[in-house]
């Protein structure tokens, strides 16, 4: 018995002693990631830890959420055909719709290739011959959070079809993310920022786009291999009627242009005051109106379209890629500049975008505009930002012109560990490892402190009841106290 008690308490001992080393290495572990994250770029700790809980609320959305009606999975078909009679190659793609399927969008090997398709077959007119593309069809609900992912499906172009370079087409596919088609008569809607989507048949495209409001917006960007394009306008427009023209033209043939335009209201619901305020009785009523182009209140927008932009730029970016935490060299040349504008002010706004279109950060410059002039800028990319594609928008606005121009670039991970080939070890990777050990180490240490507790508290409670070996232990209980006891 003796020795029993002797083990049981070297292994309380034991167990102490992992339990401090236990406690002693996490909370040092956190307090080293903490330190070390705060000394490489407080932004990236924000970023890490905002971006470790936001992926454990969405695994918990994903196991308890239910959304009522959600989308059927697109069972999809694909099938490549070369019509020998008009000479041209493609993939029709196909799947049955579902009342709970309002749009849907297609990808081609991971590439957007169009959104807020109405209804399905979707053909593919840009591919090559011989050649074996992979499709996603993306079905999303009107509950606006429900959708669903099809399967990937492969097809294969075949291996020989006579081609004829087909004439070049452009298209305004949706407006925020919602078909064309599926808008009775023109277009409208309350966001002062609507986000044009569409496609073209030249790959790579120099896409062209303009506005024309209380501030001409005026962009040129670039479509993607698949000949999908997006653009948002990087100022608020006016409410009322407008048209997007857009024009494409081949990187490879200038020749090979095509142009387009698509009209579109915007609309706002506003509250405005009625009544003196020297109203006796003190109230005044409100009322609600949908405020158009009709109103006076409304400035109207330029009735006469310029033939020409007063200013063309071009953009340049020193290197294609560039690593976090280091600079990122730009340069635009103004090409052309009217004479009535010649040492006129301007403001040049700088904005770093994400793949998604959204605005990490952007800075704005005055200077003053002159023919010929060349301005450099170094932008500063933080050490938070995940590797990945992103652009930087230059925007010059002057008078009520808005012209903007927007490069792609990469940003590269800092390389700490190169373990080689091709295996490299970075300061973002290595920092939210370590974090996530450390949060895993806490959260054992919090259940490891909460189960101590319950077996603490057993053990006060079992202190608590009378039982007979605590009485012999005490000397209440034993042969001598029972003498003279009658049975």
Known sequence: MKKKQKIIKTEKRRLKKLAKFHVIFSVSLFVFYVGISLI????????DVRHKFKALADDTIAIT???????????VFGNATCDTSTGTLSVTLSWPTDENSDSFDVTRDSLPLVTGLATPPYTDSMVAIGTTYNYIVTAHGPMGAGFAISDPVTVTTPAECAIILPSPVVNVISINGKSISTYIGTPEMTELRPTFSGTTNIPNAKVHLDIYSEIIASADIQANATGFWTWTPPIDLSLGAHTLFVSA????DATRTTSASQ???IVQTVTSNTGSNNNSS?????????TTANDPAVPKPPTAQETGLPLDFSLKIAKDAVFQGKDLTTGLKIARLDARYENAPAVVKYSVLDEKGEVKESFSDNITLRSGAVIDRNISIPAYYKDGRYSVQVEILFDHYDISRVQSFSVLPLPVLNF?????????????????ASLWLLLALI????LFSREYWL???????????NLAKIGLLGERKRKGVSH
């Open 40 to 47: 490489y770029s407080p932004e990236f700790l924000l970023s």
């Open 65 to 75: 959420g239910k959304v009522l009606g959600p989308p059927v999975v697109p069972l």
């Open 249 to 252: 033209t081949d990187p490879l």
């Open 263 to 265: 009209d579109f209201n």
């Open 282 to 290: 003190g109230s005044s009523s409100h009322k609600s109106a949908k």
């Open 420 to 436: 080689g080939g091709g295996i490299i070890a970075t300061y973002p990777e290595l920092l939210s490892q370590l974090g996530t």
């Open 447 to 450: 259940i490891w402190l909460l």
């Open 459 to 469: 053990y006060l409670h079992a202190l608590r009841h009378i039982t007979e070996n």
